[in-house]
């Protein structure tokens, strides 16, 4: 019986990959068949990830890029590249808060550093990683391009420049599935909702929202129709599917996996 999601003999690239949700995609990438580079600032973490991928039966490399430096984020592109022998597939999944003091990020009174940082970290970063990898995609007349976006791409709240940058994540790969339809590239962003990964600081989000960090979980539960918090493995299985032939008419969508978020 023919795999539905074949990725044998495609290689990928996963930023933010050493845990939660990129180390989920990672490895589904892998049960799908593919060779995996999973790339950010913590060596341990991408190791013990590329290790599972080779337990797995496949190609899984570690690369360091830290994502607040556009030279970092270039040179990594390429030596993922070199690494696997050609780029097939990035997974655009690094992004996060960046905040010295939760109340830096006030909607009403935002710090301008802590703005733009939050705004690249979470928008500029992935057009420089894409911008690397786009050569390698259109010199084979195939790609897949997926940006991790969230619930706030596409609804108001949270954090000022966080929810800008992911709205922007959409702009930015609606603009470029049409640019680069022609060469077989499909761009897609996939958006998770509340996600039971390191990220979530419930003590922050309670602090921003001036309630205690089991209630900022009860609030965050309560805003999709499942009542739940989603798993990072949740997210895996639909970004294999997006990165495979199966999705091959699937570009310039946003796609989520949130348990029904503010529906």
Request: charged content about 20%; aromatic content about 6%; hydrophobic content about 45%.
């Amino acid at each position: 019986m023919k795999q539905l999601i074949d990725l044998h003999g495609r290689r990928a690239l996963v930023t933010g990959g050493g845990r939660g949700i990129g180390r989920s995609m990672a490895l589904a990438l892998a049960d799908a068949g593919a060779a995996v580079v999973v790339a950010s600032r913590s060596q341990g973490e991408l190791d013990a990830v590329a290790a599972e991928i080779e337990e797995r039966g496949q190609r899984g490399f570690a690369v360091i890029i830290d994502v607040m430096s556009r030279e970092q984020i270039t040179a990594g592109v390429d030596e993922a590249a070199r690494k696997l022998g050609g780029l097939d597939i990035l997974i655009n999944n690094a992004g996060g808060v960046i905040a010295e003091n939760p109340f830096h990020l006030d909607p009403l009174n935002h710090d301008p550093r802590a703005f733009e940082d939050n705004l690249f970290l979470n928008l500029t970063q992935a057009f420089y990683a894409t911008h690397a990898a786009l050569p390698y995609m259109i010199k084979q007349k195939w790609g897949r391009i997926i940006s991790i976006g969230s619930g706030y791409a596409k609804n108001g709240g949270g954090p000022l420049a966080y929810s800008a940058a992911k709205h922007g994540i959409i702009g930015f790969t609606r603009s470029l599935a049409y640019a680069a339809a022609p060469h077989g590239i499909n761009v897609n962003v996939l958006c998770p909702g509340w996600t039971n990964t390191r990220m979530v600081d419930w003590n922050m989000l309670g602090a921003m929202m001036g309630v205690s960090a089991a209630e900022a979980k009860r609030f965050a539960e309560s805003q999709n129709i499942q009542k739940r918090i989603v798993e990072p493995d949740e997210l895996g299985a639909m970004a294999a599917l997006l990165a495979s032939d199966a999705a091959s008419a699937v570009t310039g969508q946003v796609i989520s996996v949130d348990g029904g978020y503010m529906i």
